[in-house]
């Protein structure tokens, strides 16, 4: 792991999203906590590496077999992730 996790929650859009199509969320918070950014751009990716040695936020995107994306954020000081959808942002 890159960084800790800290406490690790999940919204109820996410869960419901997790659900529909049989998805845990573990895999993508492992994946986070990698530094698998998932699906950002460049830019994107390069402000999470800045932001890994600078103890800012981080933020990843992922999308779940059905095309629902998911976000996992990070918290400055590591202290919870959390993993939502866009629009519970």
Request: glycine share 8%; with cysteine.
């Amino acid at each position: 792991m890159k960084f800790q996790l800290g406490t690790c929650v999940a919204t109820p859009g996410a869960l419901e999203a997790l659900s529909e199509t049989g998805e845990q969320a573990i895999p993508f918070l492992r994946r986070h906590a990698r530094g698998d950014w998932g699906d950002l751009d460049a830019d994107d990716k390069a402000e999470n590496e800045y932001s890994l040695t600078h103890g800012l936020r981080l933020l990843s995107a992922y999308h779940l077999s059905d095309g629902t994306k998911i976000w996992v954020i990070t918290e400055a000081d590591r202290s919870a992730t959390t993993m939502l959808l866009p629009e519970e942002y």
